[in-house]
């Protein structure tokens, strides 16, 4: 970050210093022009992967809380897989790319909207009981 410091200077002064790792640049920025293509593409991957996990762990969560009270065991089995899967989903897009996600992000998604579908038919039960 070095050889950006008398432009950030320049521009914005004292009012703060350029973050640690070049941030708020998410990899598209200005600091990520300076990147290789290489390391620019890994660094998206990863920045891809980890907003994969950010966008689905909210769904995942709630959905095996409420799951949970009613299959303990069938939850942690199913959550257990879902790991597995995102492990091999997170390798898989970093190592070879988006193209070989479906390897592992397939499976993860069968058993997420196997979770759903029972957590909704559950409560529908339960709703039609009083």
């Known amino acids: 970050m070095e050889q950006f410091q008398a432009e950030h200077k320049a521009t914005i002064g004292d009012k703060?210093?350029?973050g640690k790792g070049g941030y708020p640049d998410n990899?598209?920025?200005y600091y990520a022009q300076k990147l290789?293509?290489?390391?620019w593409l890994d660094f998206n991957n990863w920045q891809r992967v980890q907003m994969n996990h950010?966008?689905?762990l909210p769904l995942v969560g709630m959905i095996m809380l409420i799951m949970g009270l009613y299959w303990p065991v069938l939850?942690?089995?199913f959550g257990i897989v879902i790991f597995i899967c995102r492990a091999g989903y997170t390798f898989m897009y970093v190592r070879s790319g988006p193209e070989f996600r479906a390897l592992f992000g397939t499976p993860m998604n069968i058993f997420r909207m196997l979770m759903l579908v029972g957590m909704v038919v559950?409560?529908?039960?339960d709703f039609i009981r009083g």
């Open 16 to 18: 703060y210093k350029i």
């Open 27 to 29: 990899g598209s920025g």
């Open 36 to 39: 290789t293509y290489a390391k």
């Open 54 to 56: 950010v966008e689905t």
């Open 75 to 77: 939850t942690l089995c």
């Open 122 to 125: 559950q409560l529908a039960v």
